[in-house]
């Protein structure tokens, strides 16, 4: 079957109109030395058997979380996952490569944004959360973008220990706009307050903090915040930025208790397998004073003509799409799918089950550093209170440790030299992750292989 839509009538009218004469000489720009010639070199047409065979033979060479148990994070964690989610998600009322607009969108969907909102609002401890965004790093960089437009300030503060992907957003956001991005050196791979007021003036519209970090140690937003907001004297204060992981809200301070304006982050540990590494789910909350500067979709509550409850799409004129240009934000979609995954989620998990999470990977976590320090040559390479992702300093490289691992069937971590995390750290820096999934018998196991690798 041709697939092409276009007939050669229509093609060659086409190539006259922008003066070319065939699709040869459209692309005379490339050089030759860059373009195919003859063939591609593909396998031959296969039956459908044939093709299920080839398939199932080189997904036996696949080795991932659900093959092994997984000790692997870094902004990406191995959560547990109701199976039932698979089956409503995978539904014909939700499944679709396509993000249905205002006139397109079912009242389900729309219901089911706003519960989503409203349980991000009520995680976050904010006032609003729109219907969520791309990814954790895009989220990061709308809050910059609000900041500078509502505050009218060109400088953004970020401390270095925000996920080196979260940054490169920043750079490449920020670097088109009149705006200036300083990054904030970290004491003991956390910000002080000290570096906070130094860098601090009348000129700044942000500060931007992850915590946990990047290393997984807990920042001081409560401190953070104030120090930037007191060291304003004029015109409107900073935005506090607090960059969030969803499942550490449930058992430390949440973003709004602790002073933020915006909180930002990855949706990922909300229901969402680590599936190759994405599609993902932005969050972000604000306070009330935002609702109108927002980015993306806000979906809201209304009575229709019979007094009904319903749901539309709200303040949509920010919007690129319908603004252009002068838009505050430039995305004009969502992550719709993995928006209802996150709410089907929450809502079956419900609050006690997520702090149940959220405690089982902090103790578990804790019990398993402890452990590695025990063994001679281990130990944590950082001094700071964590959630359930830290460092550990070991006598060898950390690929190694990795790769040994690997082969005893365990999924050991990230090297903080590793290009996933842009070499951030020493290639002796392994970064371990453990969740409510890890179990003792696995613990135990990547215990005694650290053993093995230390003698």
């Not at 229509?10 to 030759?32: C, T, Y």
């Not at 910000?191 to 130094?198: D, F, G, K, M, S």
């Not at 972000?284 to 019979?306: C, H, I, S, W």
Request: net charge negative; glycine share 8%.
């Amino acid at each position: 079957m041709n697939y092409t839509s276009l007939s050669p009538e229509q093609r060659n009218e086409m190539l006259g109109a922008i003066g070319v004469s065939s699709v040869d000489e459209l692309f005379d720009v490339i050089p030759s030395a860059a373009r195919l010639e003859g063939e591609l070199d593909i396998p031959p047409a296969a039956s459908e058997l044939e093709l299920q065979r080839d398939v199932a033979r080189l997904s036996g060479n696949n080795f991932g979380a659900n093959h092994a148990p997984c000790f692997i994070g870094g902004g990406a964690y191995d959560h547990f996952v109701p199976a039932f989610i698979d089956q409503i998600i995978s539904r014909g009322e939700f499944l679709t490569a396509y993000t249905p607009y205002q006139g397109e969108a079912s009242q389900g969907s729309l219901q089911a944004f706003f519960e989503f909102q409203t349980q991000i609002a009520r995680l976050t401890g904010l006032e609003i959360s729109n219907a969520s965004m791309y990814e954790g790093a895009s989220a990061t960089a709308e809050a910059a973008i609000l900041a500078l437009n509502t505050t009218g300030k060109r400088r953004v503060l970020v401390a270095d220990s925000i996920h080196p992907d979260t940054m490169q957003v920043l750079v490449t956001v920020l670097s088109e706009l009149p705006a200036e991005l300083v990054v904030l050196k970290t004491t003991g791979n956390t910000l002080t307050e000290n570096t906070v007021r130094e860098h601090a003036d009348n000129d700044v519209a942000a500060l931007i903090v992850q915590s946990p970090n990047v290393r997984g140690l807990i920042e001081d937003w409560d401190g953070l915040f104030k120090a930037v907001k007191g060291a304003s004297e004029k015109g409107k204060d900073p935005l506090a930025i607090a960059v969030f992981n969803p499942i550490a809200c449930a058992l430390l301070k949440t973003p709004g208790e602790c002073g933020a304006d915006i909180a930002a982050g990855e949706g990922q540990p909300l229901g969402i397998p680590l599936q190759l590494g994405g599609p993902y789910l932005g969050l972000f909350a604000a306070r009330k004073d935002f609702t109108r500067k927002m980015p993306g979709r806000l979906v809201g509550q209304t009575l229709d003509n019979e007094g009904r409850r319903t749901f539309c799409l709200s303040l949509q004129t920010r919007e690129q799409h319908i603004r252009g240009e002068k838009a505050t934000s430039n995305i004009c979609t969502n992550q719709g799918l993995l928006a209802l995954r996150a709410t089907m989620f929450m809502t079956a998990i419900g609050p006690a089950g997520i702090r149940e999470m959220a405690e089982q990977s902090w103790h578990k976590a804790h019990e398993l550093a402890n452990r590695i320090e025990a063994i001679d040559g281990f130990s944590r390479a950082d001094d700071g209170h964590f959630f359930h992702e830290f460092v550990i300093a070991c006598p060898v490289p950390a690929q190694r440790i990795i790769d040994t691992a690997r082969d005893a069937g365990i999924l050991a971590g990230l090297s903080m030299s590793s290009d996933k995390l842009n070499r951030i750290g020493t290639e002796n820096e392994l970064l371990v992750a453990v969740t409510e999934k890890r179990t003792k018998q696995e613990m135990d196991a990547f215990i005694e292989c650290l053993k093995g690798i230390a003698t």
